[in-house]
């Protein structure tokens, strides 16, 4: 998997955590001091790297070693305290260091911890609350059916989270879209989210793809100039949808925006390339699978 999709993973389990929170809060209706402090439940996250050993202990397996007791220490910490944050993903250096989030750190908040025998430790902290806050908002924006000119769909039989890990990086991507080569432009935080941006090539020609809207996992929403019409846009609608060892990827055309004339140019060249959307995205499918079957990132 990706470094950045691993992210994700992270934020994912965190928004899984407030939505259940909420559904709990919402549902309950128990008077027991226990449930009525559901609300004020929150979940901190810890990623390091480092070595273990595995010891049997009274019939059970356990890691042991020095980077397995400064995970333990990291968890007592006055991170609150010192930063306000109650919800927050802790990143150690050995971990970032590790997972090459190269820019990832300039958006985390840097701090410092020290313990006896263990000296200063270096972490750095992503606040999962504006995580949580922008899911929780988002209404997905799908193409409606009146909107749509076109749709191709595939069945690959791999994961949703090794999918969605393909489809955030530049060369397996690139498959998908049928070009000489795939580059992304407008990353914050070396990630790829709104207002970034693929830029596929067709030979010299780089076609821009805008991305609207960015949801982990489950899908995005582009927009693209068709070439050669400039004067024109067009929504694409990816949707992943999870089969549990498998996954269908759908991919939606929303019918050309602009002039009537630039718009009646655009469809029309679209349709002509239903057939050749098909073969990419089947051709996406064997190689993701191809790529996954050979333990490849």
């Known amino acids: 998997m990706c470094t950045f999709a691993f992210v994700g993973v992270i934020e994912d389990s965190y928004v899984a955590f407030r939505r259940a929170l909420e559904l709990m809060v919402l549902n309950t209706t128990c008077p027991c001091n226990a449930c009525r402090n559901l609300a004020g439940l929150d979940l901190k996250l810890f990623l390091h790297h480092g070595l273990f050993g595995i ?13 397995v007791v400064l995970l333990h220490r990291l968890l007592k910490n006055d991170v609150t305290s010192e930063t306000g944050l109650t919800a927050y993903a802790m990143y150690t250096e050995a971990a970032l ?7 990832f750190d300039s958006t985390l908040v840097p701090h410092t911890q020290r313990y006896e025998h263990l000296g ?6 992503q606040d999962m609350h504006p995580v949580w806050e922008r899911r929780r908002s988002l209404s997905p924006r799908h193409l409606e059916d009146a909107e749509l000119m076109m749709s191709v ?25 049928g070009g000489t080569r795939t580059e992304t432009t407008g990353r914050i935080g070396g990630r790829l989210g709104e207002q970034a941006a693929y830029v596929c090539y067709h030979g010299d020609v780089g076609l821009l793809q805008t991305i609207l809207e960015w949801r982990p996992f489950e899908g995005f929403v582009e927009a693209t100039v068709p070439v050669p019409v400039p004067d024109t846009r067009v929504l ?41 959307a098909q073969d990419d995205i089947d051709a996406f499918a064997r190689h993701v699978e191809t790529l996954v079957e050979a333990g490849g990132r």
């Open 153 to 177: 769909e595939t069945t690959i039989g791999v994961r949703v989270e090794r999918v969605w890990d393909a489809l955030v990086q530049e060369e397996h991507y690139n498959v998908l879209a």
């Open 97 to 103: 260091s590790h997972l090459g989030l190269e820019g």
């Open 236 to 276: 694409i609608e990816y949707l992943l949808e999870d089969l549990g060892d498998s996954t269908r990827l759908v991919q939606r055309f929303g019918r050309p925006m602009g002039s009537p004339e630039g718009a009646a140019m655009a469809e029309e060249l679209m349709l002509e390339l239903t057939g050749a």
């Open 55 to 67: 010891q049997e202990l009274a019939g059970r397996q356990e890691l042991v070693g020095a980077d």
């Open 120 to 125: 200063e430790v270096s972490v750095w902290l």
